[in-house]
């Protein structure tokens, strides 16, 4: 039997007119050994601030990568990877600090320029810009207070910025940043009211700023029939995907859309990756533990929701975190990543060549979720707490090579 799996989120879904944004959390997977039914990893039950607690990461160049997280001291930190000098030694940046339990993330706006979120002790959200040679201060935006525990998610392009929260009244709240108007201030996005431990996730479809799509989960009561005709009408509480749509151009947001329909595991949010071809690929687990997937396009909007793997039955309760390995304009392989009940971290490939299955990421003995990053065409990183040492650690592939070793970046 194969381990049970638990998935980070990769993001989207809802079933009712004012659905709360979603996103889907990148995931461990187990090795072959200790996979699920099926060859589908078992998902291995995660607290709350475990899986708000990350080490993320961005590239802001071919195969360069700067990898952040929040220690036990809850300073923020990071560590940088430049090809043919590794990893750079760890630092504090610009003296921040972050509420226990929570994640920092990141946007890369060009090679030379980062911008960088995190909720502070007292709940509000606080960010950083590095400007290629040294980290500004950091300031607070604005008075809004987040849900404990939450962390925020940011997307961005040369020019802009959007980020997203759950705040402490459960309202998914939007501030946009643009280089004409700076800061819009948050805004609340009315019609859902978020689950508990969940965040929202957005992505820019077609990989440029045309528009955003945000994701989020709320629980709500509604009634369905189970079992043979005439079945029973059973009233049970179910997490609800729902998704909304901005538009610069008018400035407006579509409203709550509950299309595609899906229920998501407790505390979990689907998690969106894009490809600039103007597809959106979704990951998340559902009620009954699987780990799902969904893909969008202009042309064809949004399909079904197929298991990673077929017959897998892995404990509910997990989240899966996913990235894109672009390989040339009009092609792309989806890769989502999981912890599993043994400890380990489990990778999925999706590409046109169809699913290779969950295998396991080689003396990965993790604790917690695990973040994947794509820094070019050939390569995949993976970061994730180490179970054996504490420390913040990543592991690297490419086709050829497959994976590296794990290596300590926080020391």
Not at 194 to 219: D, Q, R, S
Not at 245 to 256: H, I, L, M, N, Y
Not at 307 to 332: C, D, Q
Request: overall charge positive; aromatic content about 10%.
């Amino acid at each position: 039997m194969l381990p049970t799996v638990r998935c980070v989120k990769t993001n989207l879904v809802a079933a009712r007119a004012g659905l709360a944004i979603l996103l889907v959390l990148a995931a461990a997977i187990p090795m072959l050994g200790d996979m699920g039914v099926g060859g589908h990893p078992k998902q291995a039950a995660a607290s709350a601030a475990d899986r708000s607690r990350q080490v993320t990461a961005v590239s802001r160049a071919t195969n360069t990568l700067d990898a952040f997280w929040v220690d036990a001291e809850r300073r923020i930190m990071t560590a940088g990877y430049v090809p043919g000098s590794g990893w750079r030694a760890p630092a504090q940046i610009a003296g921040g600090m972050a509420l226990s339990g929570t994640s920092v993330n990141a946007v890369a706006r060009g090679a030379s320029r980062l911008d960088i979120f995190s909720v502070a002790a007292t709940r509000h959200v606080q960010t950083a810009f590095w400007n290629g040679s040294s980290w500004s201060g950091w300031f607070q935006l604005g008075s809004l207070r987040v849900m404990n525990p939450s962390s925020v998610h940011a997307i961005g392009g040369p020019d802009n910025l959007d980020i997203f929260a759950v705040g402490e009244d459960l309202v998914i709240y939007h501030n946009r940043w643009t280089s004409a108007t700076e800061w819009s201030g948050w805004r609340a996005l009315p019609g859902l009211t978020a689950a508990a431990g969940t965040m929202a996730y957005a992505v820019y479809p077609n990989g440029a700023v045309a528009k955003v799509h945000v994701f989020a989960v709320e629980t709500v009561t509604i009634a369905r029939v189970i079992g043979p005709p005439p079945g029973r009408l059973v009233k049970a509480s179910w997490n609800l995907v729902g998704r909304n749509v901005f538009d610069p151009a008018t400035g407006g947001w579509a409203g709550w859309d509950t299309s595609p329909l899906m229920t998501v595991a407790p505390r979990t949010t689907p998690y969106p990756i894009s490809h600039r071809n103007g597809s959106v690929m979704l990951y998340g687990t559902d009620e009954n533990g699987k780990t799902i997937h969904n893909g969008w396009s202009t042309r064809a909007g949004w399909g079904g929701w197929p298991e990673l793997l077929s017959n897998g039955v892995p404990l509910s309760g997990a989240t899966v975190l996913a990235a894109v390995r672009v390989k040339n304009p009009t092609a792309a392989e989806y890769a989502a990543v999981c912890q599993g009940t043994d400890g380990r971290a489990y990778i999925h490939h999706l590409g046109e060549s169809g699913s290779a299955g969950w295998e396991q990421i080689p003396n990965s003995q993790i604790a917690g979720d695990v973040f994947l990053v794509s820094a070019g065409p050939d390569r995949y990183n993976a970061f994730a707490w180490s179970a054996i040492t504490g420390g913040a650690q990543s592991a690297g592939w490419t086709p050829t090579g497959g994976w590296t070793g794990w290596t300590r970046i926080d020391d």
